[in-house]
């Protein structure tokens, strides 16, 4: 299948700094790209849904202002998390759709952020 | 998740057979999804369906029926590595993706 690459995969950060985390499609165009969360023991929860060349489209509740999605290419979307606070300690999950289907929809490896 | 109802942990035995069940709200529907994350992986998939009925992959087994919002996900001949949470998953009438938070299965042997 379609590879997904994230990076970092750890990040331990400072309260108050920013984190960036890259998704990449390895293989394979991905005009859409997806970014969740999901804290211990919950479901993964979507945050946004990136378009390249456009503005990603935030779920309810979700600081477009905190959380910058920028998808500047078919392959890279990247998530900065900015003025991270304790509370944004969570693992941090990109997918990008190849096709149509959603079997064509692969997943990151996760990237999990603690802040202190 | 929001609408989607799976018990959070299931216990089994190598070697045997166990069927994690999930309900959903049925107004709408596009697709209901089974994927499998191990502890502090990404979920990969594992199964969709769309019309009612078993869809059989390998050892792996998933039923739906769209007028009781039930889906079951079968498991046989269990392996160690089966061990995992199973994240059910639907599709509404919106295209948007409704995630349960998964049951956790621990397989002895």
């Known amino acids: 299948g379609a590879v997904v690459s994230q990076h970092p995969s750890r990040v331990i950060c400072k309260s108050g700094t920013s984190v960036k985390i890259e998704c990449r499609s390895l293989d394979f165009q991905a005009t859409t790209m997806f970014w969740y969360r999901q804290f211990p023991k919950q479901s993964l929860m979507l945050m946004a849904t990136s378009n390249e060349g456009s503005k990603a489209t935030y779920e309810q509740g979700v600081e477009k202002d905190k959380f910058l999605i920028n998808h500047a290419s078919l392959t890279l979307s990247t998530l900065t998390v900015t003025s991270a606070h304790p509370e944004d300690s969570s693992f941090y999950i990109c997918?990008?759709?190849?096709?149509?289907?959603?079997?064509?929809?692969?997943f990151g490896p996760g990237t999990r952020l603690l802040v202190l | 998740g929001q609408n989607i109802d799976q018990p959070t942990e299931m216990t089994a035995t190598e070697g045997a057979i166990v069927q994690i069940n999930c309900t959903y709200q049925?107004?709408?529907?596009?697709?209901l999804f089974w994927y499998q994350q191990h502890a502090g992986e990404a979920p990969t998939f594992l199964s969709y369906n769309v019309l009612d009925g078993l869809e059989e992959k390998g050892r792996f087994s998933s039923f739906l029926s769209r007028s009781k919002g039930y889906s079951y996900l079968l498991l046989k001949e269990l392996q160690m590595k089966d061990s995992a949470s199973y994240l059910c998953?639907?599709?509404?009438?919106?295209?948007?993706?409704?995630w349960g938070a998964g049951t956790k299965l621990i397989i002895k042997p």
């Open positions: 998953v639907h599709m509404d009438s919106n295209y948007q993706l409704i």
């Open positions: 049925t107004s709408g529907f596009n697709g």
């Open positions: 997918s990008a759709r190849a096709g149509q289907g959603m079997e064509t929809q692969y």
